[in-house]
């Protein structure tokens, strides 16, 4: 009895660890690499003032220009955006930027002329401030911002929680693999099938509606994520066909397996989102080529 309660204590924990480095892979995704936003601060007249640039957001969709918000730091400020497409020779455009008011509060905007899918654009502001004195914004490199076709939430919020969850439960299994294996046969099974439902099925939708392909990884292209989701998707394929349905007589070799599918998957994450996606070569539009073609993948 003390041995049982002892071994769900264990798996609870073992729960909680794995919850929690699920959230931190979510958080770190969200945090890293060129799709997250670009946050920083300015000073005028003695306040600080913080802003968040977006650089590939739900907001950007080809159809409308996307909106770049700084604050707006007194009478007297304004803004100035510049942009032009990204990889060009094309000089910087320059547009003014309005004061308006958003949840309250007094921002400058500036409108980012719409793109084709896959376009990106190369941005940054100059802000007048109230006490005579021009600010780059931001001061160490600018920010590049992607468009893409709407993803309906019907396929993007499925696709999303089932990837997440299949981390969860991957991660259970490895932790399982290590300290308590009861139960990991299911749990590398319950992982694999939300890999392929999120990943290998979910996931190629989500690129078509976004960027008009549905698989853009190897052999078709460079694009990371997809090789990121592929490579862990075999890594439960070889776990599972492993490990079987029924438990053996010597599970060793299957925690390993399991182990390993989880590490894997763990290094995966460890990549930032959007690496080497989708991007319009705008030199093959420019000779004339239909947009919804010159799109590349594997550049950084």
């Known amino acids: 009895m003390a041995k049982k309660r002892s071994s769900g204590v264990a798996g609870k924990l073992l729960w909680a660890l794995a919850l929690l480095l699920m959230l931190s892979a979510a958080v770190y995704q969200r945090a890293t690499g060129p799709t997250y936003p670009m946050r920083g601060a300015f000073n005028a007249g003695g306040v600080e003032h913080t802003y968040r640039l977006i650089r590939s957001d739900l907001s950007i969709q080809t159809n409308a220009a996307a909106r770049a918000v700084i604050p707006d730091p007194g009478d007297g400020a304004a803004g100035t955006l510049f942009w032009k497409r990204y990889r060009t020779a094309d000089e910087f455009a320059a547009l003014p930027m309005t004061s308006e008011t958003e949840d309250g509060e007094r921002v400058l905007v500036g409108l980012v002329p719409a793109q084709p899918a896959a376009g990106k654009v190369e941005y940054y502001i100059e802000l007048f401030t109230p006490e005579g004195t021009t600010i780059e914004i931001p001061v160490a490199e600018h920010v590049v911002m992607r468009f893409k076709d709407d993803v309906p939430s019907t396929i993007l919020v499925p696709h999303i929680f089932m990837m997440f969850f299949s981390v969860l439960i991957g991660i259970r ?24 439902l999120g990943g290998m099925v979910l996931g190629p939708i989500v690129q078509k509606y976004a960027f008009g392909e549905y698989w853009t990884g190897f052999p078709n292209g460079g694009d990371w994520t997809d090789n990121k989701v592929l490579v862990l998707w075999l890594a439960w394929v070889v776990a599972c066909a492993v490990i079987g349905l029924k438990p053996k007589k010597k599970e060793g070799v299957s925690r390993a397996v399991v182990l390993v599918a989880s590490i894997v998957m763990s290094a995966a994450y460890v990549i930032p989102h959007s690496m080497g996606g989708s991007e319009l070569d705008y030199s093959q539009v420019d000779a004339g080529v239909d947009p919804a073609k010159a799109i590349e993948t594997g550049r950084q």
């Open 173 to 196: 299994a490895g932790l399982g693999a290590l300290f308590a294996p009861q139960g990991i046969r299911q749990m590398a099974w319950t992982a694999l099938i939300g890999v392929t």
